[in-house]
């Protein structure tokens, strides 16, 4: 396990663990393949992009944000895929999740327009 900064490595979206196995599909299915990162024990996963590209938005909420610059986020090795503790459910090396792409799946789940502030990134 190492600990990474958000907005220096990554930018990460936090979500409900219920919600992170629609969202990753559906993130697959717009053409992201970036890290999807999964805590059972905490019941949460982060859906993580380039550092500095996502901005919070209307999608926000019910348990859905855009972690802050500079809050720690714990990653496992590369290689830890399903198990009750940390893990990746998109393991990192596989390709990216571009802010466009994240900020369309998030609005489509909350029933938004894609014409919100920050969605043409």
């Known amino acids: 396990m190492r600990v990474i900064l958000c907005g220096r490595h990554v930018d990460a979206v936090r979500v409900p663990a219920h919600a992170g196995p629609d969202l990753a599909v559906a993130l697959a299915a717009a053409g992201g393949h970036g890290p999807v990162l999964a805590d059972p024990y905490s019941g949460v996963w982060h859906l993580l992009t380039a550092p500095g590209t996502m901005e919070s938005g209307p999608w926000a909420g019910a348990g859905?944000?855009?972690?802050?610059?500079?809050?720690?986020?714990?990653?496992?090795?590369?290689?830890?895929?399903?198990?009750?503790?940390?893990?990746?459910y998109v393991p990192p090396g596989g390709g990216v999740t571009t802010a466009s792409q994240l900020t369309a799946v998030l609005s489509a789940a909350a029933g938004l327009s894609m014409s919100q502030p920050g969605a043409d990134r």
């Open 64 to 88: 859905i944000r855009l972690l802050r610059p500079g809050t720690r986020l714990t990653i496992p090795a590369a290689d830890v895929t399903p198990g009750k503790d940390l893990y990746w």
